[in-house]
């Protein structure tokens, strides 16, 4: 079963389970894009294919809100609307290092290696290298663990696991980006919380919560 969090005719939220593919790949794993098309096709006795546009992507080990587009209007709209960071974008994430400051806004210059996929984190710009941003600030602790709650200002490759890394806080269980120990689900405890935008139809503000997730390192934060 998928978990809706907003459904109207122009879009659709799913709260993304962190095993999901966001959109079908070469590896044939069944994806998030073809149970909701699955879901659209069955609620409303659609014949034949039914359109679904995907707005932006989560990564396979991430969890949270995933926004799809119902119609191509809308898509191109949300992709407007994603492209000239009209959209607020709020994480959660759990790290085991304390970060730099209470507060604080984090600015790089990150490039992508295809090959390792894979984001390299610079403090200068170098070549096909592209500028990122994102602001934090601790938003609760444990006895080992902090909680970040994280605004994007960019949408780059792996940014914000990259980022957090290297500031020294590298998101827990993301063995990529240098956490020592892996997650038993082999997710990691980074966390789409929501979404806050204007409708590209309806012109409301609209905005998209997930709950918190489940799980024993999450449930220090619940009332977060």
């Known amino acids: 079963m998928i978990d809706i969090l907003y459904e109207d005719n122009h879009l659709i939220a799913v709260n993304k389970r962190p095993s999901d593919l966001s959109q079908g790949d070469n590896t044939g794993d069944p994806s ?24 932006h992507r989560l990564d396979r080990p991430v969890g949270g809100v995933i926004l799809f ?39 790089h210059y990150l490039k992508k290696n295809e090959a390792r996929n894979k984001t390299y984190v610079y403090d200068h710009e170098v070549k096909g290298s592209k500028k990122a941003s994102l602001s934090y600030r601790i938003a609760g602790r444990s006895d080992r663990f902090y909680l970040l709650e994280v605004e994007l200002h960019s949408g780059r490759h792996h940014q914000i696991r990259a980022q957090l890394a290297k500031a ?5 269980g993301d063995l990529k980006y240098g956490y020592p120990r892996s997650n038993d689900d082999g997710s990691i405890c980074l966390f789409a919380r929501s979404l806050e935008f204007i409708h590209p139809v309806k012109k409301e503000r ?14 220090f934060f619940r009332d977060i």
């Not at 069955?42 to 995907?54: C, D, H, S, T, W």
Request: proline share 7%; with cysteine.
């Open 168 to 172: 020294g806080c590298p998101v827990k």
């Open 69 to 107: 587009a119902r119609t191509s209007k809308a898509l191109a709209r949300m992709n407007e609307i994603f492209r000239s960071r009209e959209v607020k974008k709020t994480y959660l994430a759990i790290v085991g290092e304390r970060p730099p400051d209470v507060e604080g806004e984090l600015t």
């Open 32 to 55: 998030l894009d073809t149970e909701v098309r699955k879901y659209i096709a069955a609620k409303y006795n659609k014949p034949g294919e039914v359109f679904l546009g995907l707005v």
């Open 206 to 219: 609209i905005v998209i919560r997930a709950p918190m997730p489940e799980g024993d390192v999450w449930k």
